[in-house]
């Protein structure tokens, strides 16, 4: 379903620890995710994607992990730099006509240095 | 990776005049467009899918006839804001699809506009 109007939720970590942004999705047949980064006053970001055949992808300092069975997708942010602080979303792309990309609630990343 | 340029990124309008939006995906065609609307520290919330030469397909509670749009070309869509009121103040943002990249699935945003409506 679509995301409901609530306010962003707040991640604040140390720079150089790791961060773990959480992501329910909502849609079981939805078979492509997305982390998208999004800086103030800015469209998003890609970052990494994970197709619903794979519960793990890395890329450089991210790794997104897909749990399929409780529909919960969560991004990893290796040593945390002061650059990653950003609102983050997760967005599914529903296998249906349309083919619609839908946008989680999101989360705020603060990185303290 | 594919460009998508949307312009303007401000405007400032009174109430009551129309306000046009407009979106081009630079170095490749895009047969169909997706409009988004966010509110201030809130997620994006889809409006509509603007599809090259034909309706664009509105979102549950999106007024087709306030928020029109037009996907003329297989580069360019435009959203446009009617008889715009306070309430429609908020960051617009488009996107596309590269159905020739490596990823089809994936989309590609534009700046955004932070419309305000005085």
């Known amino acids: 379903g679509e995301s409901v109007g609530l306010h962003l939720p707040t991640l604040s970590v140390q720079e150089g620890d790791n961060s773990i942004i959480n992501c329910a999705y909502s849609?079981?047949?939805?078979?492509?995710f997305i982390w998208y980064k999004q800086e103030s006053g800015k469209g998003p970001q890609f970052i990494i994607d994970?197709?619903?055949?794979?519960d793990k992808r890395q890329g450089q300092r991210v790794t997104v992990l897909l749990n399929k069975t409780v529909k919960h997708l969560s991004l990893q942010i290796a040593a945390t730099q002061p650059g990653d602080s950003a609102v983050y979303f997760c967005a599914e792309k529903e296998n249906t006509g349309g083919f619609k990309t839908i946008f989680g609630a999101g989360t705020r990343l603060f990185v303290k240095a | 990776g594919a460009v998508v340029s949307q312009h303007p990124s401000r405007v400032i309008c009174k109430s009551g005049t129309s306000v046009k939006i407009e979106c081009r995906s630079l170095?490749?065609?895009?047969?169909?467009m997706f409009w988004y609307r966010q509110f201030p520290k809130q997620s994006l919330m889809l409006m509509a899918t603007?599809?090259?030469?034909?309706?664009?397909?509105?979102e549950q509670g999106v007024e087709k006839d306030k928020f029109l749009i037009n996907h003329a070309s297989l580069t360019l869509s435009t959203l446009t804001v009617t008889s715009a009121h306070p309430e429609d103040s908020s960051f617009y943002i488009c996107?596309?699809?590269?159905?020739?990249?490596?990823?089809?699935?994936?989309?590609?945003f534009g700046s955004g506009t932070q419309l305000s409506v005085l």
């Open positions: 996107s596309a699809r590269d159905l020739q990249g490596a990823t089809r699935e994936k989309l590609f």
């Open positions: 603007s599809n090259e030469g034909s309706k664009a397909t509105y």
């Open positions: 170095d490749f065609q895009a047969t169909t």
């Open positions: 994970i197709r619903s055949n794979m």
């Open positions: 849609n079981s047949a939805s078979d492509y």
